[in-house]
């Protein structure tokens, strides 16, 4: 029998236990770069009370990466959260997978390389970025470089470009090293080049089901071939910015390169994305068979295709893959169930999956379908920073109604406004983003205290709170032109907030500051184990209060 939780001395509260992520809202410098110290939050300044605050970190080694340069994501921060473990993620796995050659022993990579050496093109389709969050560069080198040692001589790129992990503007910087690369590999004799591509937030990198359309434009350009056609992938850049001055690199159009490398029967096709959310939707269209009806698929050649990494350990998407993903054990949506604890999960399109999935351990489904409650706020499609208060009301009516009927002892919700709104470099429409989500922290907070329940806020990591690049000495970096500020549309290495609204506390708890001083978000399932009166298991990572 899988392990309860035993009760600790502590009551539970008689009303819920809400757990409130802020996604990309995290602790700034407060300067003229940090859109979350701009924003006006009388509820976040609030709930900044001293004895239940902490700055925790959500980056780097604290939530399982392979330094402390490396920015956190929703991904990551919502398996910390839901999991209350550091494991080693995407990056870390490959990183290994990589130096110990196993990735290429394996049976998903002997089969790409059959392909080659019968005849086949390999395709290498995913984000052209060094960003370390879906993708890196050395990873998709070293491939190139493995299938040429092996006798491949067809190997061609499907160049996604970033724009959101990395500078806003950085696309050159990847193709041009990029195509550094494969100049080498042709002047062995083979044909490598990049043969299309397209800004990651116009096409294939769709998630959560939010706008097949963006996984069927993908599908034209890279596997059949059709698009607007350059000479190279610089010239496409170059030609798009032009004609669409201040565009940025997720939003470029489609291109392909002359002359076009559609797939056919007999190809392969690696994505080397290692991070699930968006490289799901397009793994099924490969993988599914005629039951597919997303969209039209025209032609679905036959293509061995391997991710790298199985993006859904329960829906087993993709069929083949290259590098096995952590394994989770017991994550919180677990321990509760078995505790039978009844919990609610709840958020828009947008960051459903990482409340359900990412928060229960990379695994699709409930742990107990009676005591488990997730709902999906349905998200606009329509640029975000056009709508920056996206659906936060709408979470928040359906969220304050669901708490009133007493089902729910857990809930845990999902603001997606400062990471959604953050990542398109709107100043001024992510200020109101941040405002949005404090607004409805607000009505949250009432309706907590209300029912005599516990609000707890924190973050996945930071975005919001660092709109502007900074040079070496951390200044913001500014255009020579204009003498504007240029615009950051990546996530940060700051800390995030987490504190605590419980009107019955007393002087019973407080946050311990030695344990907040050195702790990360993982800390906070443990924390909102014993906060619902519960002991948590040895194996998480400590609970932050230190009780009297």
């Not at 959500?58 to 550091?86: F, Q, W, Y």
Request: hydrophobic share 40%.
């Amino acid at each position: 029998m899988k392990p309860m939780l035993p009760h600790a001395r502590q009551a539970a509260p008689q009303g819920p236990v809400v757990l409130v992520v802020m996604d990309g809202v995290g602790r700034g410098a407060g300067d003229e770069a940090d859109a979350v110290t701009i924003a006006a939050t009388p509820t976040l300044d609030r709930l900044w009370a001293p004895g239940v605050r902490a700055e925790l970190r959500a980056h780097g080694r604290a939530v399982g990466l392979p330094t402390d340069e490396d920015m956190g994501n929703s991904e990551v921060g919502h398996n910390a959260l839901g999991c209350g473990k550091i494991y080693a993620q995407g990056a870390v796995l490959i990183g290994r997978a990589l130096a110990n050659g196993s990735i290429f022993t394996g049976a998903a990579w002997q089969g790409i390389v059959a392909r080659g050496l019968r005849g086949g093109a390999i395709h290498f389709l995913g984000l052209l970025s060094d960003g370390n969050v879906h993708s890196h560069l050395d990873h998709l080198e070293a491939m190139l470089a493995a299938a040429a040692t092996a006798g491949c001589k067809r190997l061609y790129v499907h160049a996604l470009l970033d724009g959101r992990d990395v500078p806003p503007q950085s696309a050159l910087v990847y193709v041009e090293r990029t195509e550094r690369f494969l100049a080498g590999l042709r002047a062995s004799g083979l044909d490598a080049r990049i043969v299309s591509g397209g800004g990651r937030m116009k096409l294939t990198m769709d998630r959560y089901e939010a706008d097949w359309a963006m996984v069927e434009r993908g599908w034209h350009t890279h596997v059949l071939g059709e698009g607007r056609p350059f000479p190279s992938a610089t010239a496409a850049v170059e030609t798009f910015r032009a004609e669409a001055p201040g565009i940025i690199d997720q939003d470029l159009p489609g291109f392909v390169v002359s002359p076009p490398a559609p797939m056919h029967d007999g190809d392969a096709c690696v994505m080397f994305n290692f991070r699930g959310d968006r490289a799901m939707e397009i793994s099924r269209a490969f993988d599914d068979g005629p039951e597919f009806a997303r969209f039209d698929r025209v032609r679905k050649p036959d293509v061995a295709y391997a991710g790298m990494m199985e993006y859904d350990g329960d829906l087993h998407v993709p069929r083949s893959y290259l590098v096995s993903p952590p394994e989770i054990e017991r994550p919180m949506g677990e321990l509760l169930a078995t505790t039978q604890v009844s919990q609610l999960a709840i958020s828009e399109t947008q960051k459903y999956g990482h409340v359900t999935y990412f928060w229960n351990g990379n695994r699709s489904g409930m742990f107990d379908e009676h005591r488990e409650t997730y709902i999906e706020i349905p998200s606009d499609r329509v640029p975000f920073e056009q709508r920056p208060w996206m659906k936060a009301a709408e979470i928040t009516d359906r969220l304050i109604d669901e708490l009133r009927t007493g089902r729910h002892q857990f809930a845990r919700v999902n603001y997606a406004n400062g990471d959604m709104v953050g990542h398109t470099g709107a100043f001024d429409a992510t200020v109101i983003a941040v405002e949005t989500v404090d607004l409805q922290l607000a009505r949250l907070a009432a309706a907590v205290q209300q029912l005599q329940g516990i609000l707890v806020v924190t973050a996945d990591h930071g975005n919001a709170d660092e709109m502007f690049q900074r040079d070496k000495q951390g200044r913001v970096q500014r255009d020579k032109a204009t003498g504007q500020p240029v615009v950051k549309t990546s996530h940060t290495l700051n800390p995030v907030p987490f504190s605590i609204l419980d009107p019955a506390r007393g002087d019973r708890y407080e946050i311990d500051p030695d344990r907040a001083a050195t702790g990360g978000i993982a800390n906070v399932t443990a924390t909102c184990i014993e906060l619902l009166g519960f002991t948590p298991p040895d194996d998480l990572e400590p609970s932050l209060l230190r009780f009297r």
